[in-house]
């Protein structure tokens, strides 16, 4: 009975002193400076030319809690916080039960934040999972309690909530998914979009409609259950035919949300903004998106897929002389696949690669006339592991071509020996010295992009070579100011001189061999077919494996990477290949349309040299064709030239 009585006194002073510390704490929210919710997490996206193009968190939609239709506010409090009205920020019950209930099923599949505390979350830029996030998080809850009525704060949830495709806001979402105001939704449409914000990526009704609907239907029996429907409006609105749109009225662009996630990304990561909106009542974020780019991008991207077609593509196009990326597309349209394939996929690079071989290449002693035999070859590596590479096109001259034609006609055979001849930490070096940080392992496919690698950092990687040069860091923000104009960051634009310019120059030369008709021999150039529809003079390197199909390529003032392929690996037909070279092509030539060349001058280092293209021996009168090609000055080619691997074959035959 005595332990009763000690048990009892100590539960009452321990509830006692918990709410006196709830009181305090409350009231010392209370004294504090009050959060100006309507300002906190928004920021605005600019275009180059200072226009708006995106405002987060919907406040350029917010709408008043009483014009927002009362079947959203009562699905939402009944999915997501029943016991709203009747709690000071936090469920405390609720949090007893779910986390009894993790406990006994060996989960964390039930959750018990309130409104207010997933409120306090949406105020934060990042979504770091530590203890001071978590502290900053209930904090927050207190302080909105404190300073705001029940009634603001879930017209600041609703506001503010992620309901996916980029919508933020219940208002942004109505217009979105239905064409109309938040104010006109019906049971069977509010239920659809309260459901969504659990997970945007999942339930969107325009990505996944069979999801979307079970979760409609959870929300509609929650409010059965809770008795906010009857079981006559419960049936009507499961069966209801929905009308979804899926378009914003204000943004024909459907590719336009790849390039904000990718600033959302990167201003994620910079250490100088502040972790929380709170601190800065709003940001206006400053981007590289050229939006005439970007409007060309995507129209290039749907001229060259069927709709028909489910391969996906990306694109980057970037300032190689600043790493400013002008225009992205992640994929063909964001709406049904948000997944960005341009910063977030990695996929294998093919023939792409080969042009980090070849300076490397350059940078150790070869020309572009110094030859390999074209032939069936087996190369022996590791052990006595072997590896037979073939030719694209099963092709091959069975005779001495010059790193030139090589490059012309995307030799494999003359590839691996380049690579196993320089060795195959040499092209890895090169590759990590203009940025390119995926793994790459030491075999002898790895001349023929086997890796995989993302496609922002090829384009980056690219960039090295366009600029003469420099490794730049791509970007997509080049300032970021507070809403009373002070700069609290400032893009940094110096570049590391990493690459010789005399090589990057004969480099970019020799890229035009791609689709130079003086190359045309026992095979033709990979990219003959488009050279009549090119208006300018590029540096091009295509690429493809049976799952990947890939075109990048530059002048002084662009580069442009695009590849093709399906996201499960499947393999990529002959009739689609096609599509990365068109939407590389009409890109590429969309920026310079109007522009004047943006060549390279030929560097005092540097002589020219009238050659046989095939053979890269020095031209003579009874050769048919001649070509202009550069070398270092003190490199050009001699009357008789050695083959490579035939000095090999001498060097292994007398050892």
């Known amino acids: 009975m005595k332990g009763l009585k000690k048990i009892l006194k100590w539960t009452g002073i321990f509830f006692l002193l918990f709410i006196l510390i709830n009181m305090g704490v409350y009231m010392y929210a209370k004294l504090t400076p009050k959060l100006q919710i309507k300002s906190a997490n928004s920021f605005m996206?600019?275009?180059?030319?200072?226009?708006?193009?995106?405002?987060?968190?919907?406040?350029?939609?917010?709408?008043?809690?009483?014009?927002?239709?009362?079947?959203?506010?009562?699905?939402?409090?009944?999915?997501?916080?029943?016991?709203?009205?009747?709690?000071?920020?936090?469920?405390?019950?609720?949090?007893?039960?779910?986390?009894?209930?993790?406990?006994?099923?060996?989960?964390?599949s039930?959750?018990?934040?309130?409104?207010?505390?997933?409120?306090?979350?949406?105020?934060?830029?990042?979504?770091?999972?530590?203890?001071?996030?978590?502290?900053?998080?209930?904090?927050?809850?207190?302080?909105?309690?404190?300073?705001?009525?029940?009634?603001?704060?879930?017209?600041?949830?609703?506001?503010?909530?992620?309901?996916?495709?980029?919508?933020?806001?219940?208002?942004?979402?109505?217009?979105?998914?239905?064409?109309?105001?938040?104010?006109n939704l019906n049971l069977a449409e509010s239920a659809m979009l309260v459901g969504i914000p659990k997970s945007p990526s999942n339930y969107s009704p325009i990505t996944n409609l069979d999801a979307a609907k079970k979760r409609q239907k959870y929300v509609l029996k929650s409010m059965l259950d809770q008795k906010k429907i009857t079981q006559k409006e419960y049936n009507e609105a499961v069966q209801e035919e929905l009308n979804l749109i899926g378009e914003k009225k204000s943004q024909n662009l459907k590719t336009i949300m790849y390039y904000q996630d990718a600033v959302v990304k990167e201003l994620q990561n910079l250490k100088e903004i502040p972790s929380t909106f709170l601190e800065t009542g709003g940001l206006k974020v400053y981007t590289?998106?050229?939006?005439?780019?970007?409007?060309?991008?995507?129209?290039?991207?749907?001229?060259?897929?069927?709709?028909?077609?489910?391969?996906?593509?990306?694109?980057?196009?970037?300032?190689?002389?600043?790493?400013?990326?002008?225009?992205?597309?992640?994929?063909?349209?964001?709406?049904?696949?948000?997944?960005?394939?341009?910063?977030?996929?990695?996929?294998?690079?093919?023939?792409?690669?080969?042009?980090?071989?070849?300076?490397?290449?350059?940078?150790?002693?070869?020309?572009?006339?110094?030859?390999?035999?074209?032939?069936?070859?087996?190369?022996?590596?590791?052990?006595?592991?072997?590896?037979?590479?073939?030719n694209n096109n099963g092709t091959y001259g069975n005779k001495p071509i010059s790193m030139a034609t090589a490059i012309a006609?995307?030799?494999?055979?003359?590839?691996?020996?380049?690579?196993?001849?320089?060795?195959?930490?040499?092209?890895?070096?090169?590759?990590?010295?203009?940025?390119?940080?995926?793994?790459?392992?030491?075999?002898?496919?790895?001349?023929?992009?086997?890796?995989?690698?993302n496609i922002l950092e090829m384009a980056t990687g690219y960039s090295a070579f366009a600029n003469e040069g420099y490794k730049v860091q791509p970007h997509f923000i080049d300032r970021i100011e507070d809403h009373e104009?002070?700069?609290?960051?400032?893009?940094?634009?110096?570049?590391?001189?990493?690459?010789?310019?005399?090589?990057?120059f004969i480099l970019s030369n020799l890229l035009t061999a791609t689709y130079d008709s003086a190359y045309i021999d026992y095979n033709y150039p990979t990219a003959i077919n488009i050279a009549s529809k090119m208006t300018h003079k590029y540096a091009l390197k295509s690429g493809t494996t049976n799952t990947d199909s890939w075109y990048i390529g530059y002048n002084h003032d662009v580069v442009t990477a695009t590849w093709c392929g399906y996201d499960q690996n499947q393999e990529v037909v002959l009739s689609e290949y096609k599509y990365a070279r068109d939407i590389w092509l009409q890109t590429m030539e969309g920026y310079m349309e109007g522009k004047e060349e943006a060549w390279y001058e030929k560097p005092d280092g540097v002589s020219a040299v009238l050659v046989e293209p095939i053979s890269g021996r020095l031209a003579t009168e009874q050769d048919e064709k001649k070509k202009m090609v550069y070398f270092l000055k003190g490199t050009e080619p001699l009357d008789t030239t050695s083959v490579f691997d035939e000095l090999l074959e001498k060097q292994e035959a007398t050892e």
Request: net charge negative; charged share 20%; aromatic share 12%.
């Open 409 to 453: 006609y995307s030799e494999n055979i003359y590839a691996v020996k380049t690579h196993t001849f320089l060795g195959y930490d040499t092209l890895i070096n090169m590759a990590r010295r203009v940025g390119i940080t995926a793994e790459l392992k030491e075999v002898p496919s790895l001349a023929l992009g086997t890796s995989e690698i």
């Open 110 to 183: 039930q959750g018990a934040s309130t409104i207010s505390q997933q409120y306090a979350k949406n105020l934060f830029l990042d979504f770091d999972k530590t203890w001071k996030r978590k502290w900053d998080e209930m904090w927050y809850t207190i302080e909105l309690e404190a300073d705001y009525s029940k009634d603001e704060i879930l017209e600041g949830y609703l506001n503010t909530i992620n309901y996916g495709h980029g919508m933020y806001g219940i208002e942004n979402a109505s217009q979105f998914y239905f064409g109309k105001s938040a104010s």
């Open 288 to 390: 590289n998106l050229d939006l005439n780019m970007q409007t060309k991008l995507e129209e290039n991207v749907k001229n060259s897929i069927p709709d028909t077609s489910s391969i996906e593509t990306a694109t980057v196009v970037m300032d190689p002389n600043t790493g400013k990326v002008l225009a992205l597309v992640g994929g063909k349209d964001y709406n049904k696949s948000p997944f960005n394939r341009a910063i977030d996929a990695q996929r294998q690079v093919g023939s792409t690669m080969k042009t980090y071989l070849y300076y490397a290449a350059l940078e150790n002693g070869f020309t572009a006339s110094s030859t390999f035999t074209s032939e069936k070859t087996t190369f022996t590596y590791e052990k006595n592991k072997t590896y037979s590479p073939q």
């Open 45 to 108: 996206l600019f275009d180059n030319n200072n226009t708006v193009f995106f405002q987060g968190s919907g406040s350029r939609e917010w709408i008043s809690l009483d014009k927002i239709a009362s079947p959203v506010v009562t699905a939402t409090i009944a999915v997501e916080d029943q016991h709203f009205y009747q709690h000071k920020g936090f469920d405390f019950l609720r949090i007893i039960m779910a986390g009894i209930s993790n406990i006994l099923s060996q989960s964390k």
């Open 485 to 504: 104009g002070n700069i609290l960051y400032q893009a940094n634009y110096e570049k590391e001189l990493v690459l010789n310019p005399n090589l990057t």
